[in-house]
């Protein structure tokens, strides 16, 4: 079968630095997608990842190792508003999108 | 810039009611097309997708259709609702398949 595994659920303190896992098991790879979802509204595009290495966009880093099949988010400075869900979600070879269920961030004060 | 319009932004329907959903996207030619479904606290379960109009793909059997009577617009439908229907709503389109996915607002359904 194919899945996502990402932690369901994490707390970190304000001005922190938080990594936020996400490894996969799927047929193929083309692609890695990190969103985030603020509750009660629609998941919002965050960072693509096809090959090895960082993605940096201001605050958020994205990391990929195809041969691990292993991801994760990096979220420094947090404030108050990037508590959120996190979605994973990748692209398996017949291009069709495999999510993960998602990471509850808490951000505490 | 595209945009991507879902409503009605809330619905509350009886057991036994028929549903429609409307999205539509604006500012882009031939999308790729998603409805998903959110349970609460959940992930998200792919529902139909659409390359081009009259395309449907159905990902789980169920008592939900959908349709794409014009390029740029996708409808999710249901003849009678199910308790279990309930949930978030929520239309998407890419370019291509291997480009990100961007979401309208969501319906949130409730089936009493």
């Known amino acids: 079968g194919q899945n996502i595994d990402q932690p369901t659920e994490m707390t970190a303190t304000e001005g922190a630095i938080v990594q936020i896992n996400c490894t996969y098991q799927t047929s193929g790879f083309n692609g890695l997608f990190w969103y985030q979802q603020h509750a009660g509204e629609a998941p919002t595009f965050l960072s693509y990842n096809v090959l090895d290495g960082l993605e940096e966009k201001g605050r958020f880093s994205s990391f990929l190792s195809r041969s691990k099949g292993y991801s994760y988010l990096l979220l420094k400075e947090l404030q108050m508003k990037d508590s959120a869900s996190y979605l994973c979600?990748?692209?398996?070879?017949?291009?069709?999108?495999?999510w993960g269920a998602g990471t509850k961030l808490i951000i505490k004060p | 810039s595209q945009t991507i319009h879902q409503w009605p932004a809330t619905l509350v329907q009886p057991v036994g009611s028929p549903l429609s959903l409307e999205c539509t996207v604006e500012g882009t030619s031939n999308p790729n097309l998603y409805w998903y479904r959110q349970a609460a606290g959940r992930g998200l379960q792919l529902l139909f997708y659409s390359v081009g109009i009259g395309q449907i793909s159905s990902e789980v059997p169920q008592n939900l259709s959908a349709s794409r009577p014009q390029d740029r617009q996708f409808i999710l439908s249901s003849k009678k609702l199910l308790l279990s229907d309930s949930g978030f709503y929520l239309c998407?389109?890419?370019?291509?398949?291997?480009?990100?996915?961007?979401f309208g607002p969501g319906t949130r359904l409730t089936v009493l």
């Open positions: 998407a389109w890419s370019v291509n398949p291997q480009n990100e996915q961007f």
């Open positions: 979600a990748v692209i398996n070879s017949n291009y069709q999108l495999i």
